[in-house]
């Protein structure tokens, strides 16, 4: 599978501009979900 990119300041327009938003490409036969956190959600 060959992922599609664009630059994030052309994405950002489309998004919701509330929430949490999940990014994902996908074909016939692969899923390909990005999928990104915080640092301060890992410090204990």
Do not use: G, I, K, T
């Given at each position: 599978m060959?992922?599609?990119t664009e630059s994030?300041?052309?994405q950002i327009t489309r998004w919701p501009q509330t929430g949490r938003h999940i990014l994902a490409q996908y074909?016939?036969?692969t899923v390909v979900v990005y999928q990104?956190?915080?640092p301060?959600?890992?410090k204990n």
């Open positions: 060959r992922l599609v994030y300041l052309n074909d016939d036969q990104a956190y915080r301060e959600m890992f």
